[in-house]
Nanobody
Framework: QVQLVESGGGLVQAGGSLRLSCAAS????????MGWYRQAPGKQRELVAT???????NYADSVKGRFTISRDSVQNTVYLQMNSLKPEDTAVYYC?????????WGQGTQVTVSS
């Protein structure tokens, strides 16, 4: 099992930046896939970015060039740097860990982008 704790959400004006953090309870290199998802009001949860244990990264088209996912194996933390934020990025952002023993989610952190 793995526990995930997100932090770093908040309110920001359009064009601004935020960095989300996801602290994992075990070594992140032992986890097959870690990623960020988001869910806006009235919408389904959608993928934002993922990073697999070997380092390959995938982004949703809507965030390419603006968001960057990274990891720190010493801190066992995955980050999501979000730049050039838009009002449509407003959502609850969830950290996810996917492994052979299960699919784990953090509690979510709210990101609100004002126009």
């Amino acid at each position: 099992q793995v526990q995930l704790v997100e932090s770093g959400g908040g309110l920001v004006q359009a064009g601004g930046s935020l960095r989300l953090s996801c602290a994992a309870s075990r070594r992140i290199f032992t986890i097959n896939v870690m990623g960020w998802y988001r869910q806006a009001p009235g919408k389904q949860r959608e993928l934002v970015a993922t990073i697999i244990s070997q380092g390959r990264i995938n982004y949703a088209d809507s965030v390419k060039g603006r968001f960057t996912i990274s990891r720190d194996s010493v801190q066992n933390t995955v980050y999501l740097q979000m730049n050039s934020l838009k009002p449509e990025d407003t959502a609850v952002y969830y950290c996810n860990a996917r492994d052979s023993d299960g699919d784990y989610w953090g509690q979510g952190t709210q990101v609100t982008v004002s126009s």
